[in-house]
């Protein structure tokens, strides 16, 4: 079975701060993604990374960065958290041609 | 550019009726369809997806969902509805040979004793 965990499932963090949160995944995905989920906005794409240091925007991309230094690990930066940023995150992966997405259980955060 | 319209935010129903969760998409190309459910406190599993071939999906746990291009539709389906089915349910769509995958804002099923 393929899993994808994530570092966290609940965060508590202050307006300001440096938020890393952390993804892995152990079947060998080429591509990973970070979603943020709202009520009625279903999921939106913050980025994704379809290769060993490579990472492209997605449709929400303001306020955060992303890593990805190993093939397993995907990593979302929060540069300075805001209220705003309060949300559930979700990480997922895929294998290129696959299409199907496997998810991690989520980080639901709090910014403070 | 594609969209995902989920056209309930929430459908209750009584356990062991039918229920139907609507989703429409627009595309100016082919695209992969998708269903997903979110159980509470876990992130998001595969239901089932339409690539190509036969147009009725069958998918885990008595789903089943027809893809009808000439509506533009992939609306998700299941004969009777157990409590255990209480679950957040995404229409996603992706275009083929692409990255990303498109999200309907989901829909809240609350099956009722």
């Known amino acids: 079975d393929v899993k994808v965990t994530q570092s966290s499932r609940y965060l508590v963090k202050r307006t300001g701060e440096k938020v890393f949160l952390e993804c892995v995944q152990d079947?060998?995905?080429?591509?990973m993604f970070w979603y943020r989920q709202d009520p009625g906005l279903g999921l939106r794409l913050i980025y994704f990374?379809?290769?060993?240091?490579?990472?492209e925007k997605g449709d929400i991309p303001e306020g955060y960065s992303v890593s990805r230094e190993k093939k397993e690990r995907f990593s979302l930066i929060l540069e300075s958290a805001s209220t705003n940023q309060t949300s559930m995150y979700l990480c997922?992966?895929?294998?290129?041609?696959?299409?199907?997405?496997?998810f991690g259980p989520g980080t639901r955060l709090l910014v403070l | 550019a594609q969209s995902v319209t989920q056209l309930d935010s929430q459908v209750p129903v009584f356990e062991e009726a039918p229920v139907e969760l609507r989703c429409n998409y627009s595309?100016?190309?082919?695209?992969?369809l998708f269903w997903y459910v979110q159980y509470p406190n876990q992130g998001l599993q595969l239901l089932l997806k339409?690539?190509?071939?036969?147009?009725l999906v069958k998918g885990i746990n008595g789903f089943e969902a027809e893809f009808n291009k000439s509506q533009t539709s992939f609306h998700l389906r299941k004969p009777s509805v157990h409590i255990s089915d209480t679950a957040e349910y995404f229409c996603a769509v992706s275009v083929t040979g692409g990255f990303k995958t498109i999200f309907g804002a989901g829909t809240r099923l609350f099956v009722k004793a």
């Open positions: 595309s100016s190309v082919s695209v992969y």
């Open positions: 990374s379809y290769d060993v240091k490579m990472k």
């Open positions: 339409y690539l190509s071939g036969s147009t």
């Open positions: 997922a992966s895929s294998r290129p041609g696959t299409e199907t997405q496997y």
């Open positions: 079947m060998d995905h080429e591509n």
